[in-house]
DNA sequence: TTAATTGCAAAGGTTTTGCCGCCGC
DNA sequence: GCGGCGGCAAAACCTTTGCAATTAA
């Protein structure tokens, strides 16, 4: 039995991940584990609202920044915290260091030419970015 | 010669792509191709500032964004607006469609293995990202 | 009981927008 | 001269933070 969970696997899941469990967390994971949408913050906050009109945005925030702390969900995106630019346009990747968000190069070296699609992937892809995390030289 | 341009240089550059050219487009591309640093908008404003003060934020914002969308600079981060989530955990990666913003998983299929680092990098890398961007099956 | 969590509202920070005057072409 | 661009300030967002009240354990 895979498929379904009831409220009791989520309630153990939150205890296993050593989270404090209340009817918000509940509600919040899952309306994300019901989805393959990648809702961002604000559209959680939508969905859950409905059975919980009281709940406020900013403990939809607060609590999913905690699950992705404690490894229970991933996160998209937020590879650094703004936009950064560079003037190279050859391709190349990049590795953000995790403590001071500095940047490195990463030479064409790395794969790339390996990336290939799963049979029937429905997106049309037109490019790739490796983005790599790390320490830098000097926060290592 | 290769490594040095200098003003005229920088002019055809900006005509080549199709822009206007203006002191501050000039300021703001060299600034950003003398550097290593990968800045952000408010990095590359006070640099630019320095040798044009009267130079606004809005415009270095603007000019980025043009100088991104004409494909003279390249952009790290912004794969998607905002922060996204995801419920499953298991290694993947993520296509974004860069007209609606959906997002769809690409199994471990993919390369992954093959990520190897070049010799000397300074980076003690501990995780990577793979990011696809292309057109949902909707939007394509 | 005690520490963690929630709700609310305010604040913080980044980026976008509108408008008008100015400048490149 | 015309359309694009720059400066300025306001607005729009997304996200974080502070605090008092509430709740889980």
Redesign the interface.
């Given at each position: 039995m895979e498929g379904k969970r009831d409220d009791k696997d989520f309630i153990a899941v939150l205890r296993e991940y050593g989270l404090q469990v209340t009817y918000q967390r509940l509600a919040i994971?899952q309306a994300?584990?019901h989805t393959?949408?990648?809702?961002?913050?604000?559209v959680?906050y939508q969905q859950v609202k409905k059975r919980f009109p009281m709940i406020s945005l900013g403990t939809v925030y607060k609590t999913?920044e905690r699950?992705?702390e404690v490894?229970?969900?991933?996160?998209?995106?937020?590879?650094?915290e703004?936009?950064?630019?560079?003037?190279?346009?050859d391709p190349h990747h990049?590795?953000?260091?995790?403590k001071c968000q500095?940047?490195?190069?990463?030479?064409q070296?790395?794969?790339?030419q390996?990336?290939?699609?799963?049979e029937g992937?429905?997106?049309?892809?037109?490019?790739?970015?490796?983005?790599?995390?790390?320490?830098?030289?000097h926060c290592?």
């Open positions: 994971y994300l584990y393959k949408e990648h809702p961002s913050a604000e959680i999913l699950f992705y490894g229970l969900i991933q996160k998209v995106s937020p590879v650094t703004v936009a950064r630019y560079d003037a190279n346009i990049h590795v953000v260091c995790v500095s940047i490195g190069d990463i030479d070296v790395v794969s790339d390996k990336i290939t699609l799963p992937n429905p997106f049309q892809v037109l490019r790739h970015q490796v983005v790599l995390q790390g320490y830098c030289p290592k």
